[in-house]
């Protein structure tokens, strides 16, 4: 264990101070770590095919090379079988990555060290369901669509809504977001507590089910957006809301996009509890149309998305509150769905656009690259418009599509993987620009593995080197998600 411990203890650990992790990945070692495997879940929960291994390190928005994919994976039932498996990982020295939903963009599931794969499949179970206490006891490969259906059934509903097929496991591991965010908030607002699985097997319960305490550490809100590298959520308390009632969507259209935030502001400013504001550009919406991906064909124009629920007064005043601040900024039209098929239609167009860029490449090797930088909300404009002539200058397939209200935008560039470089420089550019406005890299995707220097920049050394100074004190060895978040080794 000495073996990973820095040559100077201090209270942050810069890089250029640490030995470089010990891991054992040979062949000797992994099939002496599948016969533990296979005792404790049985044959049918070790997996080694190659495409099932590929699988849980790569997919379509965050590709890994074949040399980075977990030797085996391995599929717990329980909070003790992932205790099992880690206290073994643990006396072997054998890496070890996460897998549920496998929805995320920022490389977190590559498997840079090799060694296992723990795939959450069989723990998919909503616990229990408080509904006088609004929260939901769920194990991490429920998917928030899944859990949403049964809330439905007792008058609930739980906000976070990032990508489809994304499951709670990871989506606390990623502090994700989602569209809903404006007005309920990200992931960290709705977790109140987790069992989570450190490196060498120990169990922990962060806290209870309180809606607020002040006892320690917030150790809840440290595993969260920890991205893995810190621990193995196997349960989680969520909290939730009352199913919103009366829902309504609007789409209003506008010739360019410094219209469309300046109505966004207008709205923010005034404080108007819209359930959701998002901004798809014009090349989103003639993805969108291409692909097929909406049974609709829509105006290829920068639109605005809006959700409302509330009473029917408040609603209605929404509405034309909303309606009054787009015709302000001159929108092209201004349309309200109020059936729950339109308003399905509408919000899933919104929500398959990444879906939508996908089909846009022309080949299946091209790359989809993205960026989900955040600025202060009145520097969205600037941003996009920069980012809208950086792509289109380069002659690339790209969108922009933002959550406004809470100033978080994503760029996305589909192109041959030739031109990785020149795209990935108008992304790094995007990044660079949003601190340079006082804004972040990522709102809602990680840092993963290709943000790690870019977050240094954002941050500070020192920030980073207390970050890995948590990292170390909790898995010295560093087995859990290895090189993710922040750098352990120079040069990997």
Known sequence: MDAFLPRNICSTTPLAN?????????????????????ALLSSSGVISGFDERLARSNTPWSPAPPSQIAQLVVTPSSTSDVAAILKICSRR??????????????GALTATRGGICVDFQHMNK??????DDMDVVVQPAVGWQDLNVELAHC?????????????????????????????HGTMREWVVSVTVVLADGTVVKTRQRPRKSSAGYDLTQLIVGSEGTLGLVTEAVLRVTSLPENLHVAVATFSDAHAAVGTAISLISSGLPIDALELIDKYSMKAI?????????????????FKFSGSPSAVEDQIQRTREAAEKMHCKAFQVSTEKNEIETVWSARKAVGKAVIAMKQDPSDLFLTADAA?????????IEETHNAITNAGFVGSTLGHLGDGNFHTIIVCDKSHRTAASAILANVQRRAVELEGTITGEHGI????????????GDNTVAMMRSIKLALDPQCILNCDKVIRMEEGI
């Open 18 to 38: 640490l030995l470089p992790p010990k891991h054992d990945t040979s062949a000797q070692n992994i099939e002496g770590a599948r016969a533990e495997f296979t």
């Open 93 to 106: 020295r054998v890496p070890v990555t996460a897998y549920s939903g496998g929805t995320s963009f920022s």
């Open 126 to 131: 909503i616990l229990a369901v408080h509904k």
């Open 155 to 183: 008058g609930l509903f739980f906000p976070p809504d990032p990508g489809p097929g994304a499951q709670i496991g990871g989506m606390i591991a990623m502090g994700c977001s989602g569209t809903n965010a404006y007005r």
């Open 289 to 305: 149309n291409k692909s097929g991906v909406s049974s609709r064909e829509w105006e290829e124009l920068e639109t605005l998305f």
């Open 375 to 383: 600025v202060p909300i009145s520097r969205l404009g600037d941003i």
């Open 448 to 459: 993963g593995l290709g943000l790690r220097d870019m977050l240094v920049h954002e941050v």
